[in-house]
């Protein structure tokens, strides 16, 4: 099944144990956040992507610029740990690790956890790529990726168990699109997928695909 697949059936089966209101809640958030043109502003192919240092759950520093002397880097953004859909999808990339490594590539996600709760989301996924905390969204908002969790959202994610403060720290709401990059040894976007719909994401052997061809150009 792809990763697709599975992100479908996990919305159909939310959606279906969700109380009707609660459920035209959430879609038309999703609906609000993609009409904003948020997704217009992202970075896209051809352009250079903004260098980030951030650190590991260790703090120790990783930064893009000495990524790339390695090779091509695919950067992936996920909300958090406590988002089932971001699990689904950093298991499957995971699931394709050795084809990415065999690509001469590295894969590093990013995202607005605290380095403790990134840690746990990484052992629970027993991830062995490099997760970077990128505290505040600071990052992420930098290169036009961030928008904040609406107020109306919040209570409904506290049905659901979820604390976003547990895991982003106090006060902090602001969350990054679904999104994934392959970045060029010169610091150039080589594909970009952007979706408003966190329930979308990029389809990790399309990613692997991408990579190959992009290895074959640069040979």
Known sequence: MSL??????????????LPEELAAVMVDETEKL???????????PGDNFEDFTLPNHLG??????????????????YRGGW???????????????PEIKAAGA??????????DASLSTSEKNELEF??????????????????T???????IYETFGINVEAHNGDGQFDLPLAATFIVDVDGSIA?????????????PSDVVEMLRSLVKQNA
């Open 191 to 203: 594909s970009a997928f952007v979706n408003a719909d966190y329930t979308v994401r990029a389809e």
């Open 149 to 155: 969790l609406p107020a109306r959202l919040r209570p």
């Open 106 to 115: 590295t894969l590093v996600a990013i995202t607005p956890e605290l380095p």
């Open 60 to 77: 120790e520093k990783r930064s893009l610029a000495a990524l790339r002397e390695r090779g091509p880097v695919v950067v992936t953004f």
């Open 34 to 44: 993609t009409a904003s043109g948020i997704v217009a502003l992202a970075p896209k």
């Open 4 to 17: 697709q697949e599975q992100l479908s059936t996990l919305k159909a089966q939310t959606i279906a144990n």
């Open 83 to 97: 988002c089932p859909y971001c699990n689904l999808e950093l298991r499957a990339y995971q699931a394709v690790l």
């Open 130 to 147: 490099e997760v970077l905390t990128d505290a505040n969204s600071d990052y992420s908002r930098e290169i036009g990726l961030v928008f």
